[in-house]
């Protein structure tokens, strides 16, 4: 079945070269470079642990250059017992070899994990010394961002306190979450989880609406758990934070994330204030589907006139690089490396793993992206995506180990907008007015799933964290007003929310397994709408500034990486940028 599909679109012989890691599971290579990189931590446990107040500057650089020089070989390796596993997760020898080399690699991670606790509990007035010198320019920012927890971190054996009785706090609860998830059965045709979302955008409502109950009936039955659940971890939580005195509850992952509590602050006020655009896109969704009154069930309802067409590895390739080129011709040239040099592994294989993903490998070698490539528009901007990151990681290599990896935020900044070059690209190719109102309207979709929806989610958070820490535990009804409240505010009176849909926030997992991280994505998003926005009001100047950014790779903070632009994240206009870009899609819409 799959086989005659690739053979279809093409995808057969599109596969990656690992031998470019090395020459196979039986390359003495791999021994050698095993071998080396135990004797070096070792050697570097000897000198060095235990001696960093004492540490000149130089000594610190050769520590410095060493660790990283010892993690790149060490990722190479890992690098190709992974990718070889990818794609063919049943076979016995390549499992054997990734469990081999993640075993060996911990061993000898631990070798030099001296270096970060030492580094992290190095008397302030020291380490900053250490670190303005001079000859360790090229690693400050490494230096700085291990240390940014230093602040918050406790005494040593509290700390191996918490160490200790860490797999029976948060990690417990959230997985004592997904137990229940995955063994709760919905509704009377007593569904999983999964098929009951799926039915939620499905192109009838009567089955979207059972979809709905059923998801409300199987959550119920379980919700005096789940809230109990969330209110642990909402103390959990609290505490922690009082603990390592953070001022707020979103604090500890602005941190995280290197961005100030005061930009997030923005982020999340200017996205609230333009709540009239969602409001707007439903009550034009709901004409389109001909419905008197949209229901929450009805916001994922499929629309009409989608360009349905099969796309074949041959046009997909043609199609991403025609619109890079549109962009950059360098953008172009290093998306045509992956397809020429065979770093893509295409086909759908029995055991290959699914999803994709682009790996960085190491900078000495070149990245590689991995698809299970089928052939629709999804998946041709998916190829877009990938090499968005690809390209970001192959510009980037040139920093170096350390510094080629992203901050968080700008993580998906090149596959964002890799995939907005494409969806303008083909949306060019669109030339009845029916087609390209559909195609606008999906991409409008996923960008609100990005945007406003995970903002919403962040306001719930907000109130649900403080009503926390001033109400004490919180009942299941008035968790259900704090998500009901925070959820009407992004539809205004265009989608009702029936009573159902008030126990809603007891699904998703964000809440519980990383607190405050939602509004990572809507950062993300926006950030690169409003860079498209300046590309749009000076294409020349723009192209050379974003490649000088993918190249900076994460050698700088979020705030000074884009510094270029002239952009300031604490602006709102900054934000409204973006924004006025979603606006302007769905002005041609309507
Ligand atoms: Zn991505």
């Known amino acids: 079945m799959s086989n005659e599909l690739n053979r279809t679109l093409g995808t057969e012989d599109i596969l990656w070269q690992l031998a470019d890691l090395y020459q196979g599971l039986e390359d003495p290579r791999i021994d050698t470079d095993l071998d080396q990189c135990r004797s070096e931590a070792k050697a570097i446990q000897a000198k060095f642990s235990g001696n960093l107040p004492s540490l000149t500057a130089s000594s610190l650089l050769n520590l410095v250059s060493r660790l990283e020089n010892l993690s790149l070989v060490r990722g190479r390796l890992s690098t190709f017992a992974f990718l070889n596993f990818t794609t063919q997760t049943q076979d016995a020898k390549a499992g054997a070899f990734l469990q081999k080399i993640r075993e060996e690699g911990s061993a000898i991670a631990k070798l030099t994990v001296f270096f970060e606790l030492e580094w992290n509990t190095l008397d302030e007035g020291i380490a900053n010394q250490l670190m303005n010198d001079s000859s360790l320019k090229h690693y400050h920012h490494y230096l700085a961002s291990v240390r940014r927890y230093a602040p918050h971190l406790l005494s040593h054996p509290e700390e191996s306190l918490l160490i200790e009785i860490a797999p029976v706090g948060r990690g417990a609860w959230t997985l004592l979450f997904e137990k229940i998830m995955g063994h709760t059965k919905f509704g009377d045709k007593q569904r999983t989880e999964e098929e009951v979302l799926a039915d939620l955008y499905h192109e009838n409502r009567a089955i979207r609406q059972e979809a709905a109950r059923d998801l409300t009936l199987g959550l119920n039955s379980q919700l005096h758990i789940l809230t109990h659940i969330t209110n642990t971890l909402l103390a959990d939580k609290m505490i922690d934070d009082r603990l390592r005195h953070y001022p707020g509850w979103l604090s500890s992952m602005n941190l995280y994330n290197e961005i100030h509590d005061d930009t997030v602050a923005v982020l999340v006020q200017t996205v609230t204030s333009r709540y009239d655009i969602p409001a707007r ?85 070149h990245p590689y992206v991995m698809v299970n490539y089928t052939g629709n528009i999804r998946d041709v901007s998916t190829v877009a995506h990938e090499l968005g990151h690809g390209i970001h990681q192959h510009l980037a290599a040139d920093r170096g180990y350390f510094n080629s990896d992203t901050p968080l935020v700008l993580a998906e900044t090149a596959s964002v907008f890799a995939e907005l070059i494409l969806f303008q690209h083909q949306l060019s190719q669109l030339t009845t007015q029916s087609e390209r109102t559909a195609f606008i309207a999906q991409k409008l979709e996923s960008i609100f799933a990005t945007v406003f929806r995970q903002i919403a989610m962040n306001r719930f958070e907000d109130l649900s964290h403080n009503a926390r820490r001033e109400e004490g535990e919180l009942a299941s009804e008035r968790l259900n007003e704090l998500w009901q409240q925070t959820q009407q505010a992004m539809f205004g009176d265009t989608v009702t929310l029936t009573d159902d849909y008030a126990i809603w926030w007891s699904y998703i997992p964000h809440f519980l397994g990383t607190p405050g991280y939602v509004y990572s994505y809507a950062f993300g998003e926006l950030l690169v709408l409003a860079l498209y926005n300046l590309y749009l009001q000076d294409k020349d100047s723009f192209v050379p500034k974003y490649l000088e950014l993918l190249k900076a790779g994460g050698s700088d903070s979020p705030h000074n990486l884009l510094q270029p632009f002239g952009v300031d994240l604490n602006d709102p206009a900054f934000w409204s940028g973006g924004l006025n870009v979603i606006d302007g899609m769905l002005r041609q819409i309507e």
């Open 281 to 365: 896109y439903y009550r034009l969704k709901k004409q389109l589907l001909g419905l008197d009154q949209l229901f929450d069930y009805d916001r994922y309802a499929p629309l009409p006139n989608l360009p349905a067409q099969q796309v074949s590895w041959a046009e997909c390739r043609q199609m991403v690089i025609a619109a890079f080129a549109d962009f950059s011709g360098e953008m172009a040239e290093i998306a045509d490396l992956f397809f020429t040099k065979n770093w893509i592994h295409a086909p759908i294989l029995e055991g290959k793993r699914g999803g994709a993903f682009a790996h960085p490998c190491t900078p000495d070698v």
